[in-house]
């Protein structure tokens, strides 16, 4: 397996991208057990230093603050080499909810919008999954043990999110597979789309999420138990030989080891794939709502 700090691809139009969510249990320091809350900024990088701060000039912090220019620890100072004063970014800001004020502050899944250095190298070249792009036939294995192939949902709209199944936070895989339940229901309700939609989640820990642990996952987040309960939504893992390139083509990247999988963080990838095997849209965050997910299925499966 292929471990990347951070995500980099090239879009049309876009501009170089650079992402990375964390999933990690021991991510950061151990600080105070205040309670957290989280925000979100955009920025231009001012400085940075080695011992993995950020001096960012942001923008007005909705509910926290409003547009300075300040220094914020790094949850993984790890990356701090990938990124450069006059860089745009956007990220999570993690604070402690102190009585006498939000203390603390920290980011966390930091995303390039706008690169200072166009000719930065990165190490793993990932493709962005742009609307129109056609998706390779990969194939996988199932929690039945069965192979299959993104080329037999032709004709169907396909909805495909990653996961792994020892993932300890809530606010990425699990929260990925309750979504995908979320909006498994709201199809059954509409046979004649049901029929036309299929779902599938896709493992990046291939070594450990054989197709038994997988069933067993999908079990506890879906309560199926039948053959028959998973004919609308697959768990499947590549092969560990083509794992890099399905990472790369989604543009899922995957730090730490699949021995610990308390260092393990990953980003998140889940795309909306037509009919016709096309991209109809890339959702890089687990900012997405079920709700307007399943209008966008149902529009596509009309």
Sequence with gaps: MRFARLIVGLGFGLGLMAAMAGC?????????????????????????????????????????MAAMTMSYKLVDPSVVSELHVGDVITARVLVDDDPAGPSNPRLDQIVVVGQAKPDTKPTVKYHIPLPGTQIPDFRMVNQNGKSIHLGQFRGQVLLLTFI???????????????NFAEIDKGLKAHKSIYDRTHLLSVSFDPEYDTPKILRSYAVAHTGRVTDDDF????????????????????????????RDPGSIEHSLSTVLIGKDGRVIQWYPTNE????????AVEKAAA
């Excluded at 792994?164 to 597979?177: E, G, I, Q, V, W």
């Excluded at 997405?288 to 209008?295: F, G, V």
């Design 231 to 258: 004919a609308h939504w697959d768990f499947a893992a590549p092969s560990p030989a083509d794992l890099d390139d399905v990472e790369e083509w989604f543009a899922v990247g995957v730090t730490g080891s699949s």
């Design 164 to 178: 792994y199944t020892r993932c300890p936070l809530a606010d990425f895989c699990p929260r990925m597979s309750s």
């Design 24 to 64: 990690k249990s021991s991510s950061g320091p151990k600080v105070n057990q205040l309670p957290m809350k989280e925000y979100h900024l955009r920025g231009k990088i001012v400085s940075v230093a080695a011992d993995g701060h950020l001096v960012v000039n942001a923008g007005p912090i909705p509910g926290l």
């Design 288 to 295: 997405w709502k079920p709700a307007d997910m399943l209008a």
